[in-house]
């Protein structure tokens, strides 16, 4: 109440200094009606401005322009000798006027632009804009703060989920998918975002949970290439090579000749296909130095460029698990235990860099040039083993 008091006395003053020039009743007519003149063209002014700005729209400005243009032109048609008595002067009605519209103005854009339940959608915008990187982690604090006091408020968990998966915070992006589908309801693509953080914040694992929320993500919407695609390596995974195979199949049948996603499907492929058939895993063909140092080639590059973060990183932490994956069974490949040791320092995974790093050596332990390129590698890195 107080602070609503501070108003009060704050508004009364300004209107008094605004208003005291117009209730004097001792200039002429002639002159009253010059200065009613110069008043209206302001307005005229300030409404256009306010148009211009937004706070007002089109056809708001328009009926004020027709209503001071009418009260302008009924100045001009004033006769000079004619005079009217204080009470019903066009500059008292002006004041009177000014004393009810400024007030009332002035709460009105407070209850839009002050308001504490103004809408999530500045705030998204602000947290998407680049610009303010360097605001971001206030941003979420303040988001993070809200949704303590206010858990059941879906938008600020829907908001700040992304921003968890852009600095590979999975669990935290998977609790807030998990809020928001919770509070404001299934869609596909929540769901997909809700599945991939899950596999994200298991390491490349697709889980039980995740496994269920992207098959109805993609029972939702069949078109979802993404969740489709983790849901076939989640056969692989299970050791279901033939189901994978088939999968993949179905897939590239319908894919378009330039999909992103169609080099990695057929490579994959092949590898299932060799597994079933009990042949060597084929390299690929850009593999890089060593028969076994497979890497992204520069189709799985130009793949990574197109797909949004979240399925980009996934993507990533697959292929450099399948690497991890092929010198567990075969060891002796230098090339591939560089790239794997570069690659988990690259995703901020040191523990798993310092292990890999452990591996290879002991992998080459009787190599002194094996060992001289790893020690030079992890002096590069910044890495101690």
């Known amino acids: 109440m107080l602070l609503w008091l501070i108003f009060a006395v704050l508004t009364a003053a300004a209107l008094y200094v605004v208003l005291r020039p117009l209730m004097g009743g001792n200039a002429s007519e002639e002159s009253r009606a010059a200065f009613n003149a110069t008043v209206y063209h302001d307005q005229l002014g300030e409404v256009e401005s306010d148009r211009e700005r937004g706070l007002i729209g089109e056809g708001d400005a328009e009926a004020a322009r027709v209503e001071i243009a009418r009260?302008?032109?009924?100045?001009?048609?004033?006769?000079?000798?004619?005079?009217?008595?204080?009470?019903?002067?066009?500059?008292?009605?002006?004041?009177?006027?000014?004393?009810?519209?400024?007030?009332?103005?002035?709460?009105?854009?407070?209850?839009?632009?002050?308001?504490?339940?103004?809408?999530?959608?500045?705030?998204?915008?602000?947290?998407?804009?680049?610009?303010?990187?360097?605001?971001?982690?206030?941003?979420?604090?303040?988001?993070?703060?809200?949704?303590?006091?206010?858990?059941?408020?879906?938008?600020?968990?829907?908001?700040?989920?992304?921003?968890?998966?852009?600095?590979?915070?999975?669990?935290?992006?998977?609790?807030?998918?998990?809020?928001?589908?919770?509070?404001?309801?299934?869609?596909?693509?929540?769901?997909?975002?809700?599945?991939?953080?899950?596999?994200?914040?298991?390491?490349?694992?697709?889980?039980?949970?995740?496994?269920?929320?992207?098959?109805?993500?993609?029972?939702?919407?069949?078109?979802?290439?993404?969740?489709?695609?983790?849901?076939?390596?989640?056969?692989?995974?299970?050791?279901?090579?033939?189901?994978?195979?088939?999968?993949?199949?179905?897939?590239?049948?319908?894919?378009?000749?330039?999909?992103?996603w169609r080099k990695l499907v057929e490579q994959r492929l092949a590898e299932d296909e060799a597994k079933l058939a009990g042949k060597p895993v084929p390299a690929k063909p850009e593999g890089g130095p060593g028969e076994g140092a497979p890497g992204p080639s520069p189709d799985d590059v130009a793949a990574a460029q197109k797909m949004n973060p979240a399925d980009r990183q996934a993507m990533i932490e697959t292929m450099v698990q399948r690497l991890d994956d092929r010198l567990t069974q075969k060891g002796d490949d230098l090339a591939g235990w560089l790239k794997l040791v570069r690659a988990y320092t690259v995703l901020d995974r040191k523990d798993d860099a310092l292990k890999a790093l452990g591996r290879a050596k002991t992998q080459f332990s009787g190599n002194a040039e094996a060992l001289q390129q790893l020690d030079a590698l992890a002096a590069e890195l910044g890495l101690k083993s």
Request: proline share 8%; glycine share 6%; net charge negative.
């Open 71 to 260: 009260r302008l032109l009924a100045t001009d048609a004033e006769k000079p000798g004619a005079k009217l008595s204080p009470s019903h002067s066009p500059t008292r009605y002006l004041a009177v006027g000014l004393a009810v519209a400024l007030p009332v103005a002035a709460l009105s854009l407070y209850f839009v632009y002050g308001s504490p339940r103004l809408p999530d959608q500045p705030l998204i915008a602000r947290l998407q804009d680049p610009a303010s990187d360097k605001n971001l982690e206030v941003l979420v604090a303040r988001v993070e703060a809200r949704l303590r006091e206010h858990p059941e408020e879906g938008e600020g968990w829907e908001v700040i989920a992304p921003v968890y998966m852009g600095w590979g915070r999975y669990a935290d992006a998977a609790e807030a998918y998990r809020q928001t589908i919770r509070l404001l309801g299934e869609s596909p693509k929540r769901l997909a975002n809700y599945g991939e953080a899950l596999v994200l914040a298991n390491n490349g694992v697709v889980s039980e949970d995740a496994r269920k929320a992207l098959e109805r993500a993609v029972a939702l919407d069949p078109n979802l290439i993404e969740p489709r695609l983790v849901l076939v390596i989640a056969k692989e995974q299970d050791g279901q090579f033939a189901a994978a195979a088939e999968a993949w199949r179905a897939l590239l049948a319908k894919a378009p000749a330039d999909a992103p």
